[in-house]
């Protein structure tokens, strides 16, 4: 029998039905997921707080209908899977892309055990996170939009590797260590509201699909489609249409987001 949130989440992500618990019902679900629910920053810009509590998600994600980013994308996915029957472990990460320094377990991805292997699920990296599971060792055979991915050992850690342009990029480096749900608390906390936080200095959006991976970070857009990338930047006012056409996130055109505006507001004194 399906419970009335697997029923509401399937309905969100346009899946009839999820199907048993096998990699083809996860790469099913983990394609979906992406292309329905996409990742993004806006309660952060606009002073709302993030919860992980489930009902919290269900309402913001399901209901509601907006994106969110790892901490909510993953913890939704997580709950889903285990109500599916999945064996599913929640695992900290730390983010490397574009980066040398060691940066904080402020990444969290899903391991997935399946007969055969284990696989990493992970519905919360945005337009450049994998469109479907990784093996968690080696690489995922059908590259999406000209983005291919594989899971390397390096010592304890597992390494997410993305191949752009012909060269294999680090991503994120995936910890070992048992986690606990206080772990991701903490972790959302600092990531949500840290001054120098990404998170909390810049406006994103991103969303993935087969056909395309849509990234905005305000105020450069980026669209990707069978390997050739369009950039260009956006003005305020193309910002909430683009919000809602693109990214299926539908908010009152007159929201005000301190940290685009008051910069439109100091540019213009």
């Known amino acids: ?37 996409p990742f993004e920053n806006l309660d952060i810009l606009l002073g709302r707080g993030i919860s992980l509590d489930l009902e919290q998600l269900q309402a913001k994600l399901i209901q509601q209908r907006r994106g969110g980013y790892c901490f909510e994308q993953n913890t939704l996915f997580l709950a889903v899977l285990r109500e599916l029957g999945f064996e599913a472990t929640a695992m900290e990460a730390r983010v490397r892309a574009g980066t040398a ?11 997935v055990g399946i007969a055969g292997g ?8 945005g337009g450049e996170g994998p ?12 590259p999406a939009q000209g983005l291919a991915y594989r899971v390397m050992a390096e010592g304890d850690v597992r390494v997410l590797q993305m ?4 060269a294999w990029l680090d991503q994120y480096a995936i910890l070992p260590q048992p986690v606990l749900p206080v772990d991701f608390e903490v972790a959302n906390w600092y990531t949500s509201t840290h001054p120098q936080s990404r998170f909390v200095r810049g406006l994103t959006a991103q969303r993935t699909t087969r056909e395309a991976r ?33 990214f299926l996130i539908d908010l009152p055109d007159d929201t005000v987001f301190p940290v685009v505006d008051g910069a439109v507001e100091r540019a213009l004194a």
């Open 131 to 142: 469109l479907e599971p990784v093996p968690m060792q080696g690489a995922h055979p059908a």
């Open 101 to 111: 320094a060691i940066l904080p377990r402020t990444h969290m991805v899903l391991q």
């Open 214 to 246: 849509y990234v905005l970070r305000y105020p450069t857009y980026t669209e990707i489609r069978q390997g050739e990338t369009v950039t260009r930047d956006i003005s305020r006012g193309e910002l909430m249409p683009l919000l809602r056409e693109v």
């Open 118 to 125: 284990d696989w990493l699920a992970d519905v919360g990296f």
């Open 1 to 37: 029998m399906t419970s009335s949130f697997l029923a509401s989440y399937l309905e969100r992500i346009g899946l009839d039905e999820a199907g048993p618990p096998g990699l083809a019902t996860l790469r099913k679900l983990h394609a979906a997921h992406v292309a329905a629910i």
């Open 163 to 166: 191949r752009s342009g012909g």
